[in-house]
């Protein structure tokens, strides 16, 4: 038989920092697969060499096959630059006799939604990593992000339980669904041994558990000056007693000297303020973390499979799990609800957590036998 006409064509589309964890084991699980041609496109959402190159040479993974070199902008223009990109990307895939037979997206970012819109309008069927999850919060750019990319999803990878019962209920069939676990607990799982062989303590002059680690970027925590201020102020005083270390994300950084708070903070005894990190240097510092404090999703995650308390700057989460079994407490942006928490850490008092079932460094692998059983049309 013709070889080209026997394999299944998959276009791997990733954007942002955090695309990058999630894609790399299902690159690597594919490669078992010798029917199967990954072609791993890049958005260009984060195009900062520390937000995105870095994590090609951390995640040992292959160097984009396509680069649509989006960039930021407004959620439309962003969102539309993908959208056009993937569609032409498509198309000229389908016209030279090599046409993409699935697409396979992850997350929650504009690049996820827009590349799954784009070719589910082309009836190029999307295949969504870590689908289902909802915050119920439809103010979070992620959650519309989340529910337009399942809408369209016909093959539906899910991480948590929780996951399950929101696509049941949205009226997706069974046949669809798939409980996989975590792909970016593969990652966690698979690079942590480099992780703490890394000297990023040393550097830092860092021991291990004591210190905390701080990230925060979503706009409701870094928008609002007062909010901003008494969210740093906590941190600034948590330091006194605990050194802390901030990568700071560019969007972040911005506000912190738009609201002339970069300089004090940056000055306050034990405040480490950083640049965004690789992967390995990250995961080096959060594994052996005393405490975390974020706003991300994903390190609400890695921090309940390493054990580390995880003190959330959100008020709500679509990642249940992290809180019911997890090591995460939802803390809003109330600095005082913050000092508490912390103050627990510090005394011993915060609770212990488990790590999730499927949590289990092999879940890319599940993916990946499911997306090479599916014979395309
Ligand atoms: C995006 C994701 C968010 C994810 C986060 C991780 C969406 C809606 N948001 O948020 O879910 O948690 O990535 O980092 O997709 N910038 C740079 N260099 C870059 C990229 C961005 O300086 O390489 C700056 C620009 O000023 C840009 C701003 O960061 O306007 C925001 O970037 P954007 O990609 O829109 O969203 P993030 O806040 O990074």
């Not at 210190?211 to 928008?223: E, I, M, Q, S």
């Amino acid at each position: 038989m013709n070889r080209a006409l026997a394999e299944t064509n998959l276009a791997c589309v990733v954007g942002a920092r955090p695309n990058f964890m999630k894609m790399a084991p299902i690159l690597r699980a594919l490669e078992r697969h010798p029917r199967v041609r990954a072609v791993l496109v890049h958005t260009g959402q984060h195009y900062d060499e520390n937000l995105s190159d870095v994590f090609f040479d951390d995640l040992d993974m292959k160097r984009p096959d396509v680069c649509l070199e989006v960039g930021s902008g407004r959620h439309g223009e962003q969102t539309s630059r993908v959208l056009e990109g993937i569609e032409a990307l498509l198309l000229r895939a389908a016209a030279d006799g090599r046409p993409f037979h699935r697409i396979v997206v992850v997350g929650d970012v504009n690049s996820t939604m827009a590349a799954a819109l784009a070719a589910i309008k082309l009836q190029v069927p999307v295949a969504h990593v870590e689908a289902g999850l909802r915050s119920f919060d439809r103010s979070m750019p992620e959650e519309i992000n989340r529910i337009v990319t399942d809408s369209v999803s016909d093959m539906l990878f899910v991480s948590e339980p929780s996951g399950m019962e929101n696509l049941r209920r949205e009226g997706h069939s069974e046949s669809q669904l798939h409980l996989v676990g975590n792909v970016m607990i593969d990652t966690l799982m698979c690079l942590l041994p480099r992780a703490k062989s890394q000297d990023a303590l040393t550097n830092l002059g860092l021991e291990p558990h004591g210190y905390a680690v701080v990230t925060l970027h979503r706009p409701a925590n870094v928008d609002e000056p007062e909010t901003l201020r008494g969210i740093l102020d906590v941190l600034a005083e948590t330091a006194q007693k605990l050194p802390l270390v901030f990568p700071v994300h560019p969007r972040t950084l911005e506000r912190m000297k738009r609201f002339d708070l970069q300089d004090r903070f940056r000055a306050s005894t034990g405040v480490r303020q950083l640049p965004p990190l690789g992967y390995l240097d990250f995961l080096a510092i959060t594994s052996q973390a005393r405490v975390i404090v974020t706003d991300s999703g994903g390190l609400q995650e890695e921090a309940t499979a390493l054990g580390i308390p995880c003190l959330t700057m959100r008020p709500n989460t679509e990642r249940p799990i992290t809180v019911e079994e997890g090591t995460s407490t939802l803390v809003g942006n109330d600095p005082a609800r913050l000092r508490n928490c912390l103050e627990a850490v510090l005394c011993g008092t915060y609770k212990q957590g488990r790590s999730p079932a499927l949590w289990d460094g092999k879940a890319a692998l599940r993916i990946a036998e499911i997306l090479a059983a599916c014979i395309h049309r």
